[in-house]
């Protein structure tokens, strides 16, 4: 079984402050990791994803995201908040099987709050 | 480039009506296809997945059904709806090689 974890219902930052939303993950094998940005009445859009190779991925919008083998975690992080990165953020994990085990499981999203 | 559409984007319905939600996606071929729920809050609850034409599968049991007639067209129905079938609705779609999700619009269904 895979699960997600996304410690944070909420988290607030100022504008300009570095940001940081967290992601730990349980998956057997080795992982594919996504975060995707939701922002109110609209579809999930996919940021990043972490599939082998550099621990740190960059991805849209200058967030980035940094896998941690070790603390199965795959926070994501982004050096100077803007006010319009206020939305809900999912992280997603999936194994690297075949199959029916393509089905990611998402967490339970955290709200991120920039405030001016 | 790929998108994907889904409509109708806001729907008021009775208990007890039927419903007919469509998803299609423009641009691929062979797409992985998903509908999600979405209910107040925040989680991502996974109905259906399905890997090709009349392949699909069930994640919950529930008074809705899925079915894929056409290549990259998928279809989520009920017969009779119930106020727990309110929420928002999540198509989606990931390429057969690839590994991340494409998400549409979302249709926004109240039943009252």
């Known amino acids: 079984a895979q699960s997600v974890a996304q410690p944070e219902d909420q988290v607030n930052v100022a504008e300009g402050n570095p940001l940081t939303v967290k992601c730990t993950y349980s998956?057997?094998?080795?992982?594919?990791l996504f975060w995707y940005v939701q922002y109110p009445n609209r579809g999930l859009q996919f940021l990043l994803k972490?599939?082998?190779?550099?621990?740190l991925v960059k991805g849209s919008y200058g967030f980035e995201a940094e896998f941690n083998k070790s603390q199965t975690s795959f926070h994501l992080k982004k050096p100077s908040a803007l006010v319009s990165d206020s939305a809900l953020y999912f992280c997603?994990?999936?194994?690297?099987?075949?199959?029916?085990?393509?089905?990611?499981?998402f967490g339970r999203g955290t709200s991120l709050i920039v405030h001016p | 480039s790929q998108t994907i559409h889904q409509w109708p984007a806001t729907l008021v319905q009775p208990v007890g009506s039927p419903l007919s939600l469509e998803c299609t996606v423009e641009?691929?071929?062979?797409?992985?296809l998903y509908w999600y729920r979405q209910a107040a809050g925040r989680g991502l609850q996974l109905l259906f997945y399905?890997?090709?034409?009349?392949?699909i599968s069930s994640e919950v049991p529930q008074n809705l059904s899925a079915s894929r007639p056409q290549d990259r067209q998928f279809i989520l129905s009920s017969k009779k709806l119930l106020l727990s079938d309110s929420g928002f609705y999540l198509c989606?779609?990931?390429?057969?090689?690839?590994?991340?999700?494409?998400f549409g619009p979302g249709t926004r269904l109240t039943v009252t």
């Open positions: 998956v057997s094998g080795n992982p594919y």
């Open positions: 972490y599939i082998t190779g550099d621990n």
């Open positions: 989606a779609w990931s390429p057969s090689n690839s590994y991340e999700q494409y």
């Open positions: 641009g691929t071929s062979n797409p992985n």
């Open positions: 399905s890997i090709g034409i009349d392949q």
């Open positions: 997603a994990v999936r194994n690297t099987g075949s199959g029916g085990s393509y089905i990611p499981t």
